[in-house]
């Protein structure tokens, strides 16, 4: 059986300081976490992600937090500026708000795309660095659009998934999107892609309903 290796933005839980040496854990709530974490108990694969805290990841707590896990836990760090610019910036508040056609709340900041793609070419070294090959990566969610290109530079021997939770939207509204080519390029498995004006791109991974517009907490993903 090949092994599975979920990647995501968080981890099915966060790490939390309430004080100097002092910690608290906390498990992820909503569907992914609901779905996936009994069949990497039982596959006993891999979840790679962040554990919500900036900075340097407490080695104990850290331990403390995965000791009773039946599955590898392998944390990806973010800097305070990179948690600001990655997730609270391009992720919620650029994609987020364009992909439910929310566009008045877009705010297209430059150094937020870099940071992006940034933290996604980090992630992609920590799945190479933990990957077998033939393993089954899957890749969730808007944060991490960016990965499987960078996967695909490296030449990684393994099958990639990838799983929007939200809905992509028409191409007439993606299009608004500055970075809309590089993110195309990304998501489709070949070297180029593009699309005529007011065309629809390609149904490229199973999706929410479009009608699913109410701003969620997106802290667990």
């Given at each position: 059986?090949?092994?599975?290796?979920?990647?995501s933005?968080?981890?099915?839980?966060?790490?939390?300081?309430?004080?100097?040496?002092?910690?608290?854990?906390?498990?992820?709530?909503?569907?992914?976490?609901?779905?996936?974490?009994?069949?990497?108990?039982?596959?006993?694969?891999?979840?790679?992600?962040?554990?919500?805290?900036?900075?340097?990841?407490?080695?104990?707590?850290?331990?403390?937090?995965?000791?009773?896990?039946?599955?590898?836990?392998?944390?990806?760090a973010?800097?305070?500026?990179?948690?600001?610019?990655?997730?609270?910036?391009?992720?919620n508040?650029?994609?987020?708000?364009?992909?439910?056609?929310?566009?008045?709340?877009?705010?297209?900041?430059?150094?937020?795309?870099?940071?992006?793609?940034?933290?996604?070419?980090?992630?992609?070294?920590?799945?190479?660095?933990?990957?077998?090959?033939?393993?089954?990566?899957?890749?969730?969610?808007?944060?991490?659009?960016?990965?499987?290109?960078?996967?695909?530079?490296?030449?990684?021997?393994?099958?990639?998934?990838?799983?929007?939770?939200?809905?992509?939207?028409?191409?007439?509204?993606?299009?608004?999107?500055?970075?809309?080519?590089?993110?195309?390029?990304?998501?489709l498995?070949?070297?180029?892609?593009?699309?005529?004006?007011?065309?629809?791109?390609?149904?490229?991974?199973a999706?929410?309903?479009?009608?699913?517009?109410?701003?969620?907490?997106?802290?667990?993903?």
């Amino acid at each position: 059986m090949n092994r599975l290796i979920v990647v995501s933005n968080r981890l099915p839980f966060a790490l939390d300081s309430t004080g100097e040496d002092l910690w608290t854990v906390t498990p992820a709530a909503g569907g992914l976490v609901t779905a996936i974490e009994p069949v990497l108990r039982e596959r006993a694969g891999t979840w790679i992600g962040w554990p919500g805290i900036a900075g340097k990841i407490p080695s104990e707590p850290l331990a403390q937090a995965i000791c009773n896990v039946d599955y590898e836990v392998v944390p990806v760090a973010l800097s305070e500026a990179e948690r600001d610019e990655f997730y609270h910036g391009y992720s919620n508040e650029v994609i987020w708000p364009l992909f439910h056609d929310l566009q008045d709340f877009c705010l297209f900041e430059p150094t937020f795309w870099h940071t992006y793609k940034a933290v996604n070419e980090r992630y992609a070294e920590v799945i190479a660095r933990h990957c077998r090959p033939n393993d089954f990566v899957w890749v969730h969610d808007y944060h991490l659009m960016h990965v499987a290109q960078a996967l695909r530079e490296r030449a990684l021997p393994a099958t990639l998934a990838f799983f929007l939770h939200i809905p992509f939207p028409p191409y007439d509204i993606f299009a608004k999107l500055p970075q809309q080519q590089r993110l195309l390029r990304a998501l489709l498995p070949i070297r180029s892609a593009r699309f005529p004006d007011k065309a629809r791109p390609p149904q490229l991974f199973a999706m929410r309903p479009a009608h699913h517009v109410q701003r969620e907490d997106r802290s667990s993903t």
